[in-house]
């Protein structure tokens, strides 16, 4: 490798997708941080990784905006060879719960499945021509645990999305395999962040007993498997899905 590999990561100003995008700094990528809200990328990773970053604010369901997106790094830095779709949402009632089937508005589960699934697909649409010209590609999708089994905190739109998302990276796996792409999934359980901490503490508190490492898991765990996915070394891993949750399910 004679130059950086670039990676784009949505949902990158916190969570998951901020320590995704420290994890790939520190495995030599460079990284495109992409968020809806406006955020100062340089300080958030610290000085040593502040050259090797873009931020761009961008609403992943705004395809005109991803198109942009697009351009702007092929015209500046060149193509894209990692996308990791991170950006997501799971909307929650007072309690700290999501609706149930009966009291789910159907906006609620237009807007899931938009932000949390279509735009996945819309990502994926226009970086893949990036990769096919560069013969390679790693995609790595930020599914969950609520895709893979029934959830103790979200409902039927989160779920159905998350699940969605695992079948949407198994048929770009077995289409995109021949072009040096790969496409894989994690599936965080509980994760301590602003989401997570949505809930309540109580709700994370209860859920922490019920897992068999007795805690829940930082932004980081998951970031580090991220990057794991992302490496070169990784080419045999495809349609995969790694299970983040300390144990809480187990297949
Ligand atoms: N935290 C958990 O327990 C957990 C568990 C399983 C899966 N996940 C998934 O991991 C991913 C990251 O979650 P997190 O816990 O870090 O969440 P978070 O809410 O802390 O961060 C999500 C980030 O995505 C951004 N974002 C949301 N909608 C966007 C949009 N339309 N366009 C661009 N950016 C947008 C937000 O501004 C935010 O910075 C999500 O896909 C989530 O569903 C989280």
């Given at each position: ?239 995969a899905t790694i299970d983040i949750n300390g144990g809480f399910f187990m297949s």
């Amino acid at each position: 490798m004679t130059h950086k590999r670039i990676a784009v990561v949505t949902g990158a100003r916190q969570g998951i997708g901020l320590e995704t995008s420290k994890a790939l700094l520190s495995s030599g990528h460079f990284v495109v941080m992409v968020d809806r809200q406006q955020f100062d990328g340089a300080a958030l990773v610290g000085a040593d990784h502040a050259a090797n970053i873009l931020t761009h604010t961008l609403d992943v369901t705004d395809d005109n905006g991803i198109a942009s997106l697009h351009q702007t790094i092929n015209a500046t830095l060149g193509k894209v060879s990692v996308l990791v779709n991170n950006a997501g949402i799971s909307p929650k009632q007072a309690d700290g719960r999501s609706s149930g089937i009966l009291q789910l508005d159907p906006k609620e589960w237009a807007k899931v499945i938009e932000v949390n699934l279509t735009a996945v697909m819309r990502m994926c649409q226009t970086f893949i021509p990036d990769m096919q010209a560069l013969k390679y590609g790693r995609i790595v999708s930020i599914s969950s645990l609520a895709g893979r089994s029934k959830s103790v905190v979200a409902g039927p739109s989160y779920m159905a999305s998350k699940a969605g998302v695992l079948g949407l990276t198994r048929a770009i796996a077995a289409e995109m395999g021949p072009f040096g792409i790969t496409a894989n999934c994690v599936a965080p359980g509980r994760i301590l962040t602003e989401m997570a901490l949505q809930a309540g503490e109580e709700v994370n508190r209860r859920y922490a007993e019920q897992i068999p490492v007795k805690r829940i898991g930082t932004p980081e765990e998951v970031g580090q498997a991220v990057a794991f996915l992302c490496a070169e070394s990784s080419g045999f891993i495809n349609g995969a899905t790694i299970d983040i949750n300390g144990g809480f399910f187990m297949s």
